[in-house]
Each structure stands twice: as C-alpha cells, then as structure tokens.
C-alpha cells in the first residue's frame, strides 16, 4: 500500500543530479566526504572577527556559494564590502573550499542570533540578602544554636553558612 523512499538519497549533499562520470560530481563527492563545515563555523571569529561572528555565521555551502547568516542587513553589507579579502582568508585556513567557494551570499535572520543570545545568557543572579536583614539574622542565630557543640570554629563556621545558604533557597 505504501511505498518506501529512499529519503537518505534524495536529502544528501552526494545526491545532486550530475551526469555519469562528470569530474564536478566526483569533485563534489569527494570535498562533502573530507571537508569539515564545523571547522568553517569554528573558525569564523577568527576570519572576520569577534564582532562581526556575534552577529554572522556559515549556513550552507551549495553550488559554490557559502551562504552566510547574518543577525542585520547593515552586517551583511559590511561582509560583502569585505567579500574578497574574505574568501582570501577562508581558502587560506581552508585550502579545500578553493574550488568550491566562487561566491560569498547573505541571508538575514535576526531571530536566529536573539534565541543563541538568550540561550547563552546565564540567569540572572539573585541578590544577596543584606547581613542585616531580620530573616537572614534568625537564621543565623538558628544556626549557631543549632551547631554551638561543634568544637572546631571553621568548621563550625562551614555549617552555619550552609545552614543559612539552604534555608535562603527555599
């Protein structure tokens, strides 16, 4: 009733329609089997710089255009004033894309680098209660009471302090 398809092939970068036995196509086989694109992404502050990659990223690589990502179309406007020199420094680092690179062309998603941004962010920090405070005092009068048979005063010191840290979390 239902007819399998061989999905792999036709979503692969090898599966591009070529002719049989063209040298683009073994060209092409050859760079998707050894050529490391997370290399390229990796590498990408350090070809354009760390401001330019907060905002720009190497999406894809397709009929001898990297595709580069981009937050704004103002950075995309600055990489491709910077277009040449840039593909000098890419085939430079990166001596298999010399072929494979011809053109550099931009997309612009700024949504892409808000949700990278926001999932890198750390939380914000919640503030320290002041020593002052009346809370924080009960605590602490709690705790020494609670560890005035511990003989030792760092130590003792230690588990006042987490008594007061756990007891702040809750």
Do not use: C
């Not at 990796?42 to 907060?54: F, I, S, T, Y």
């Not at 690589?61 to 420094?89: A, C, E, G, Y």
């Not at 680092?93 to 941004?117: C, D, G, Y």
Request: glycine residues 2%; positive net charge; without cysteine.
């Amino acid at each position: 009733m239902w007819k399998k398809l061989a999905l792999e092939a036709t979503f692969s970068p090898t599966a591009r329609r070529f002719a049989p036995g063209d040298q683009a196509a073994e060209e092409w086989r050859e760079f998707v089997q050894t050529f490391d694109f997370f290399a390229l992404i990796r590498a990408w502050p350090e070809l354009v710089g760390k401001d330019l990659a907060g905002h720009s990223t190497p999406l894809r690589l397709r009929q001898k255009t990297l595709f580069i990502l981009t937050r704004h179309p103002t950075i995309s406007d600055t990489l491709n004033w910077m277009s040449v020199p840039l593909r000098q420094k890419i085939v430079q680092k990166f001596p298999a894309l010399a072929p494979m690179v011809e053109r550099i062309a931009f997309e612009t998603n700024e949504s892409f680098f808000i949700e990278r941004h926001s999932k890198v962010a750390p939380p914000p920090a919640k503030p320290l209660p002041h020593p002052m405070d009346p809370r924080q005092r009960r605590l602490r009068t709690e705790a020494e009471a609670l560890f005035a048979n511990v003989e030792d005063a760092n130590e003792r010191a230690r588990w006042i302090s987490l008594y007061v840290q756990s007891s702040q979390a809750e």
